[in-house]
C-alpha cells in the first residue's frame, strides 16, 4: 500500500470518529438516557447508602460504648498470724511435809498427819519438857498388880499423890531383875493426848510380861521391878511384886499410859 492510501484511511477513520462523538453529545442533548451515566449514578448511590448504613452502624455502635473490661479481683487477705500461746506457769513447789511429832502418850500428831508414836521416846519426852509436867515418883505412888485376865499381864498404877497437876507422857520404860533392854511398846495402844493426873487420880499401863501361847523365849522369874515413867526419866519407881515373882520372857511388851484401867488391859 502506497502511502497515499495509508493516510487516506487515516484521515477517513478520524473523521468517522468525529462524527461518531458529535450524535452522541447531540443525543444527550434531546434527552435520550445514558445507560452509561445511569448506572455510574446508580453505584455511586448503592456506594453512598452502603457508606451511610455503615456510617449509621457505627455510629449506633459507638453510641453503644465499648463494653468495660471486667474490673480485676482484689487480692484476698492474708490471714492473721495466729497470737502466741502464753507460757505455762511454773508449778509452785510442794510444800513440805511436816515433821511427825514424837513419841509419847502426848497423842500430838506431827504437821505431817502421822501418830505422834511413829517418833522416838526422847523426842516426846523432850517436847514433854516444854509442854508438860512429868510425873515423878515423889509426887506420885506406883503399883504392879499381876491380873488374872488377860492371862500375863501385869498392870502398872501411878496416882498422884501431889497438889499440882502431872502428866504421864509416853510409856513407861520397865525393868525386871536384871535385864538389859527396855521392852517395846505396842503402837497400837497410843491414847488421844497425854494422860494428865489431877491430884489423886491415877493413870495406868499394862505390861504383857510372856507370850500365852508359850512361843516366847529366853524365860526367866522376876523379883523386882523398876518403872521408869518415861525413857527421859532418870530415877525409878520400885513397886513390890508378888513373892513368887513374875516370869518374863523375849516376848515382853508395855502399852502407853492410859487414863482407864480397861483401855490398859484391852492389849
Not at 502466741?84 to 510442794?94: F, V
Amino acid at each position: 500500500m502506497s502511502a497515499r492510501t495509508a493516510r487516506t484511511h487515516l484521515l477517513a477513520a478520524a473523521a468517522l470518529t468525529v462524527a461518531t462523538l458529535t450524535l452522541t453529545a447531540c443525543g444527550n442533548a434531546d434527552g435520550t438516557r445514558d445507560e452509561g451515566a445511569s448506572t455510574s449514578s446508580a453505584t455511586s448511590t448503592s456506594s453512598s447508602t452502603t457508606s451511610g448504613g455503615t456510617s449509621t452502624e457505627a455510629a449506633q455502635t459507638g453510641a453503644k460504648g465499648s463494653t468495660g473490661t471486667t474490673g480485676s479481683t482484689g487480692t484476698t487477705g492474708t490471714t492473721g498470724s495466729s497470737g502466741t500461746t502464753g507460757s505455762t506457769g511454773g508449778s509452785g513447789s510442794t510444800g513440805s511435809t511436816g515433821s511427825a511429832s514424837s513419841s509419847g502418850s502426848s497423842g500430838t500428831s506431827g504437821s505431817s498427819g502421822s501418830k505422834g508414836s511413829s517418833g522416838s521416846t526422847t523426842s516426846g519426852t523432850s517436847e514433854s519438857k516444854s509442854r508438860y509436867t512429868p510425873c515423878t515418883p515423889a509426887s506420885t505412888r506406883t503399883t504392879a498388880t499381876v491380873v488374872s485376865r488377860p492371862l500375863n499381864h501385869v498392870l502398872l498404877t501411878v496416882t498422884n499423890t501431889g497438889s499440882k497437876l502431872c502428866d504421864l507422857v509416853g510409856y513407861p520404860a520397865v525393868r525386871f531383875g536384871e535385864a538389859q533392854s527396855v521392852p517395846p511398846v505396842i503402837e497400837d495402844s497410843q491414847p488421844q493426848a497425854v494422860v494428865t493426873l489431877a491430884p489423886g487420880e491415877a493413870g495406868y499401863a499394862a505390861v504383857v510380861v510372856s507370850a500365852a501361847d508359850g512361843s516366847g523365849t529366853n524365860g526367866y522369874t522376876a523379883k523386882s521391878l523398876e518403872v521408869y515413867f518415861n525413857s527421859d526419866s532418870t530415877k525409878p519407881a520400885r513397886p513390890a511384886l508378888p513373892a513368887k515373882g513374875v516370869y518374863v520372857d523375849s516376848s515382853i511388851t508395855v502399852t502407853y499410859w492410859q487414863s482407864d484401867m480397861g483401855d490398859a488391859l484391852t492389849w
